[in-house]
């Protein structure tokens, strides 16, 4: 009885579809009306890593690609461009597979026509494009770095080891040292904004110098950031910077004073591991809202205005009108600081209920990126009590079963 409403939820599932209505319209949409959001997908291939387009009026999806099986940051390169991460070509290999492929690809959506197309680091999150032949990568890999490539000459020109200006004790954990999550170039280049999510911190890196400007947070400080992904740089006067808190289920922009960093705006309300947000210039903010399993939109007060659902696992979100990574007003300009939604830092001690629930949805999250995409909240809940049941059906019947056998051991013998 238990298992009835998981099995209906299985045969009734209808997947994210781009109706053939839809798709005919991807030529003649302008871009001001377009979303994109990429989804990373699960660890074994389910076909739920895609790249979408929205349509931002009806929130319809126009378009897809799903031609690989795992995808990450995805930046517009103009009305008809994006460049994105995405992993390996073939749909049946697992995450855990060591004969994967990372590729930085650029691509014409509205044709479908690869115009670009190479290989990058293994478990490469962000690559940005600085025009000609060159792009900075976020290498997360064993070589914890951030380099420039020029793929004309097929080699990096510029590079930055974390390993060799940063202690061990600085970062480690899962996802290996760094786990490099964000690149962004500022200045025209001559600075790199970075996110190395194991030391919950972010970054500004002068590339003449090697030097660090300037650092928002420090490693294991949770009040400030706790493994944070893709900042952005709104401001550097005075320097202002929004960021995806995403263990603290928050985003949070910070103003740089004369006494350190002040936190100015905090958004929290109904969010698990966000890891995307952007700041529109009407001031309204773009998150992605990943074990949400959705993008929002939502205004300075903390109002949802636009929202849309993608499984699983979205990483970022773009509208092409206004480039990568929109850095519109602080909310200083707009004067409008608030905290919405706030339910303090992870980590803080709570009671006995709020811990367990705590771990709970922490199981449950984890095993999402190996259970069905159907598989949601309820669904994991009747799973859990079917097990139970299971469970304490089977050491009933085993303690019976022994007592059965000692009594019969124990019975008198016939020995005729």
């Known amino acids: 009885m238990l298992l009835a409403p998981v099995a209906a939820s299985g045969v009734m599932h209808e997947d994210l579809t781009v109706s053939k209505e839809g798709s005919q319209r991807t030529d003649d949409?302008?871009?001001?009306?377009?979303?994109?959001?990429?989804?990373?997908?699960?660890?074994?291939?389910?076909?739920?890593?895609?790249?979408?387009?929205?349509?931002?009026?009806?929130?319809?999806?126009?378009?897809?690609?799903?031609?690989?099986?795992?995808?990450?940051?995805?930046?517009?390169?103009?009305?008809?461009?994006?460049?994105f991460v995405a992993r390996d070509g073939s749909t049946e290999k697992s995450a855990f597979s060591l004969d994967v492929t990372f590729y930085a690809v650029e691509m014409n959506w509205r044709t479908g026509e690869v115009l670009r197309k190479f290989e990058i680091p293994p478990g490469t999150h962000d690559i940005d494009y600085l025009g000609g032949d060159r792009y900075v990568i976020a290498d997360l890999s064993r070589d914890n770095r951030v380099f420039v490539y020029d793929r004309s000459e097929d080699s990096v020109v510029w590079e930055y080891r974390f390993r060799e200006h940063f202690p061990k004790s600085a970062g480690g954990g899962p996802g290996g040292y760094t786990h490099l999550n964000d690149i962004d170039a500022v200045d025209n280049g001559s600075a790199f904004l970075v996110s190395p999510r194991n030391f919950d911190r972010v970054m500004l890196i002068d590339r003449e110098s090697?030097?660090?400007?300037?650092?928002?947070?420090?490693?294991?400080?949770?009040?400030?950031?706790?493994?944070?992904?893709?900042?952005?740089l709104l401001s550097q006067d005075p320097v202002t910077v929004l960021v995806a808190d995403s263990e603290n289920d928050r985003v949070v922009e910070y103003e740089r004073t004369k006494n350190g960093w002040k936190r100015t705006w905090t958004y929290g309300k109904g969010l698990d591991w966000p890891r995307d947000a952007d700041r529109l210039p009407n001031g309204n903010t773009l998150i992605v809202d990943s074990n949400n399993n959705r993008a929002l939109e939502v205004t300075p007060g903390g109002d949802v205005v636009w929202e849309?659902?993608?499984?699983?696992?979205?990483?970022?979100?773009?509208?092409?009108?206004?480039?990568?990574?929109?850095?519109?007003?602080?909310?200083?300009?707009?004067?409008?600081?608030?905290?919405?939604?706030?339910?303090g830092v992870k980590g803080e001690t709570g009671g006995f209920v709020e811990n367990l629930d705590a771990k709970y949805t922490h199981?449950?999250?984890?095993?999402?990126?190996?259970l069905p995409t159907w598989v949601g909240p309820l669904e994991f809940d009747l799973l859990v009590l079917a097990?139970?049941?299971?469970?304490?059906?089977?050491?009933?019947?085993?303690?019976?079963?022994?007592?059965?056998?000692?009594?019969?051991?124990?019975?008198?013998r016939d020995d005729r």
């Open 29 to 83: 949409i302008p871009a001001e009306n377009v979303t994109f959001v990429s989804a990373q997908g699960k660890e074994f291939p389910t076909g739920q890593a895609r790249l979408v387009a929205f349509d931002t009026a009806t929130n319809e999806p126009i378009w897809m690609h799903n031609e690989y099986d795992r995808y990450m940051d995805v930046d517009p390169l103009g009305p008809n461009r994006v460049l």
């Open 210 to 232: 090697k030097r660090v400007r300037w650092t928002l947070g420090e490693e294991d400080n949770y009040d400030v950031l706790n493994e944070q992904h893709n900042p952005v």
């Open 308 to 343: 849309v659902d993608i499984p699983f696992e979205p990483y970022d979100v773009e509208r092409p009108v206004y480039g990568d990574e929109p850095a519109g007003p602080t909310m200083s300009e707009l004067e409008a600081s608030s905290d919405v939604g706030t339910t």
């Open 363 to 370: 199981v449950y999250t984890t095993a999402q990126w190996v």
């Open 387 to 412: 097990a139970l049941l299971v469970g304490a059906w089977g050491t009933v019947e085993l303690f019976h079963w022994r007592n059965w056998t000692l009594r019969r051991g124990m019975g008198p």
